[in-house]
């Protein structure tokens, strides 16, 4: 079975503090890992994704995420947040053998403050 | 231009009727998917379509069905609407080559009321 948790799902924070989104995921198969961003009354749109190699992965608009793989770990990280990163964030697990299927986490919401 | 478009983009029905969602896409990509979003649920997949003649289940499919008119479109139809099908339905698109690593690119949404 393939399942994603979002530990958190609301997220508040200060405008220029660090944040981190988390997520865990299980698979019996291995696995690319996805960070989506949702702006308000849009589509969602990559950060970025892990395929293979390096584990911190670099995405759009300042994002990071680390993949640890003895935690099954994909935590999505930014270091100082601005207003307009207020969106809610989804992590997605496509396992890379057996068939497609990708999964969603439940998505956190992250809420900028000034 | 938008790459993948939906129409409606929202839609008020009653119980009973019968409503299609549409999705085009200017990307030339062959894998197109339907999700719907619940808050607190994230997003789930309703089917999917690796190309015009191929086209799956996924997760929760029970009370839609989808048409892959071509390439580029693909709509999904609810025969017989109930409330708990209220929802924002997602159209997405993703490029085939090197298989699962890809990314998808979605539509704008479409929410739907069913009343």
């Known amino acids: 079975a393939q399942s994603v948790t979002q530990l958190d799902s609301q997220v508040p924070v200060f405008e220029e503090a660090p944040v981190e989104l988390r997520c865990n995921y299980s698979s019996s198969v291995s696995v690319y890992l996805f960070w989506y961003v949702q702006y308000p009354n849009q589509g969602l749109q990559l950060l970025l994704k892990y395929l293979s190699g390096s584990t911190l992965v670099k995405g759009i608009n300042g994002f990071e995420a680390e993949f640890n793989k003895s935690q099954t770990s994909f935590h999505l990280r930014k270091p100082s947040v601005h207003i307009s990163d207020t969106a809610e964030y989804f992590c997605a697990v496509t396992r890379n053998t057996g068939g497609f299927k990708t999964i969603f986490g439940a998505g956190t919401r992250l809420f900028v403050k000034a | 231009d938008a790459d993948v478009t939906q129409t409606p983009r929202n839609r008020i029905t009653k119980t009973g009727k019968r409503i299609m969602l549409e999705c085009s896409q200017t990307?030339?990509?062959?894998?197109m998917y339907w999700y719907r979003q619940d808050p607190g649920l994230g997003l789930r997949l309703i089917y999917y379509s690796f190309d015009v003649k191929d086209i799956n289940k996924g997760e929760i499919s029970d009370g839609y069905s989808v048409s892959r008119q071509a390439q580029a479109k693909f709509s999904l139809s609810l025969e017989s609407a109930i409330p708990n099908q209220t929802a924002l339905y997602f159209c997405?698109?993703?490029?085939?080559?090197?298989?699962?690593?890809?990314?998808?690119?979605f539509g704008p949404g479409t929410r739907l009321t069913v009343l």
């Open positions: 990307k030339g990509h062959d894998r």
């Open positions: 997405a698109t993703s490029d085939r080559d090197r298989g699962y690593r890809n990314e998808q690119f």
